[in-house]
């Protein structure tokens, strides 16, 4: 069964500064690999998806990730937060080959100072 | 883009009753649809999944007799928390896969509904 872990429960940052959220994943084939951000009393907004291809991933609100097979990772970054990326931020992998369920890691919540 | 919508967002019901939560795809056809819990601060927890015109397949420890998933239709999937308790209250959420192949591989998610039994 497929598996995802976020080290990082909370992560405070200034504004301006630079982010990387952590996501290694655990799963017996190729990953699809997704990011997601959530607001508090929100859903879930896409912020990018890696299928196969190129391993650096963009994706909107000036995010980009990399996939590392070697390192079973799919790290997420943002080189200037703005205050409004203060959310949870989850990590998810995909399995075609266990119904396409998304199973998600347990979160990370990141704050912005000013 | 594709839009998922969630009704109702938030919803008070006394214990003993029984709630229902819909959600719909506004713009795609929807062939599977899962539905999670998420609790204060945690991640999300698949409950089921459900595809259109048969039963949903609910995950380990998931009673499928409390929580009814039916979905009829391409664009409409049910959640029916049946004889609500309050440890039933929880953020519930869904999402909406398209039936397009490997390079539209998304899932698109409601905004959750906020259940409080009293």
């Known amino acids: 069964a497929q598996s995802v872990t976020q080290p990082d429960i909370h992560i405070t940052v200034s504004e301006g500064a630079s982010l990387e959220l952590r996501c290694n994943y655990s799963?017996?084939?190729?990953?699809?690999l997704f990011w997601y951000v959530q607001s508090p009393g929100q859903g879930l907004q896409l912020l990018l998806k890696y299928f196969s291809g190129d391993t650096l991933v963009q994706g909107i609100k000036g995010f980009e990730a990399e996939f590392k097979r070697s390192q079973s990772s799919f790290n997420l970054r943002k080189p200037s937060v703005h205050w409004s990326d203060a959310a949870e931020y989850f990590c998810a992998v995909g399995a075609p080959a266990a119904g396409n369920k998304l199973t998600f890691g347990g979160g990370t919540r990141v704050l912005v100072k000013p | 883009g594709a839009v998922v919508s969630q009704h109702p967002s938030r919803v008070i019901c006394k214990s003993g009753t029984s709630v229902k939560i819909e959600c719909r795809s506004l713009?795609?056809?929807?062939?599977?649809m899962f539905w999670y819990r998420q609790f204060p601060k945690q991640s999300l927890m698949l409950m089921a999944t459900?595809?259109?015109?048969?039963?949903?397949?609910?995950e380990q420890g998931v009673e499928k007799d409390k929580f009814l998933i039916n979905h009829a239709s391409l664009t409409l999937s049910t959640l029916t928390v049946t004889s609500a308790h309050p440890e039933d209250s929880s953020f519930y959420i869904c999402?909406?896969?398209?039936?397009?192949?490997?390079?539209?591989?998304?899932?698109?998610f409601g905004s959750g509904t906020r259940l409080t039994v009293v």
């Open positions: 999402s909406a896969r398209s039936s397009g192949g490997d390079a539209d591989y998304g899932y698109t």
């Open positions: 799963y017996g084939a190729t990953p699809y």
């Open positions: 713009d795609f056809q929807a062939t599977t």
């Open positions: 459900s595809n259109e015109g048969s039963k949903a397949t609910y």
